[in-house]
């Protein structure tokens, strides 16, 4: 695998890196070597630790001649192929740079959560740009999307599916997904029935449910208890509250997995609207832009 960097150089954002990328390598093999790939960009050491002070760091100079990965060696090896294109990303983009010169970057497990962040907070949109580069680089659009299309409406199973083809996690997965689908779809992560993750793309209704709060009583996934992905219908109010797109019905599929994990996949009937007062479903000039790059 060869990758030429000057022409990387030219590259402004995340999804920017990913196109010049997929151009010089139209062939990408899936699931992506993402280790193969850092050593074709000059990553000349990848080292895995026990350690729980970080989820992964990068070891480099300001001129970014060549680099050293470090990774959380207790993460499944799906989180540490996320971990390693999450450094990667800061590697590549060229306005990374640490907070203390000659310092190293030390990404923490939340750094790897971060998906939005304020146009001020330089450290946040750093991490969320990383971020945005690994989950492109792992499920590149040209490969992911028309793998989506072919399996059809919304389904769990297919996320599942599609985790195991390109070898990531179900959460960084169904973040994809939820986010290319053609139909308005959001999914929600539990353990032992309480909220740990929600995933929302920015056209999807406001979801009134809070991190860390139980799942709602009346839910189709708090009602069934089949171990096999199961389709259901509820009133879109327990899941959306009060606004427009509440008052119509939402299809609920529930599979409750081991040790407690539960994944609920909403999705809203053709017409439903969004809800006009959540700010967050207004895509801002960043939403556009990389909007602009993912049809390319």
């Given at each position: 695998?060869q ?25 990408m ?28 760091g ?16 207790n ?16 590697f ?205």
């Amino acid at each position: 695998m060869q990758i030429d960097r000057m022409d990387l150089d030219e590259c402004r954002t995340p999804e920017a890196i990913v196109t010049e990328i997929v151009r010089q390598i139209p062939n990408m093999p899936v699931p992506v070597p993402i280790e193969d790939l850092a050593r074709a960009v000059d990553i000349v050491d990848i080292r895995r630790m026990d350690t729980p002070n970080f989820e992964g760091g990068l070891i480099t100079q300001p001129e970014r001649r060549d680099g050293m990965i470090l990774v959380n060696s207790n993460g499944s090896q799906q989180r540490q192929r996320y971990t390693i294109g999450h450094e990667i990303g800061h590697f590549l983009m060229v306005s990374h740079q640490p907070a203390t010169p000659g310092g190293a970057f030390m990404c923490s497990q939340a750094d790897m959560a971060v998906r939005r962040a304020d146009r001020d907070d330089r450290a946040a949109r750093m991490e969320m740009e990383a971020n945005r580069f690994s989950a492109g680089i792992l499920m590149p659009l040209n490969r992911f999307r028309p793998d989506m299309e072919a399996l059809g409406d919304p389904d769990l199973q297919h996320i599942f599916a599609l985790a195991k083809r390109y070898d990531t996690s179900r959460e960084a997965t169904a973040i994809r997904y939820t986010g290319y689908h053609d139909r308005h779809c959001a999914v929600i992560i539990a353990k032992d029935n309480v909220v740990r993750r929600i995933v929302r793309p920015s056209r999807f209704p406001f979801i009134d449910v809070s991190l860390s709060r139980p799942l709602p009583t009346n839910s189709f996934t708090m009602r069934s208890r089949v171990t096999a992905p199961g389709w259901g219908e509820v009133d879109g109010g327990v899941w959306l509250g009060y606004g427009p797109a509440a008052r119509g019905v939402i299809r609920e599929q529930a599979y409750r997995g081991n040790s407690g994990w539960t994944y609920t996949l909403l999705v809203l009937e053709p017409g439903a609207a969004p809800d006009p007062d959540d700010e967050e479903d207004v895509p801002d000039v960043y939403d556009r832009f990389q909007a602009s790059f993912d049809r390319r």
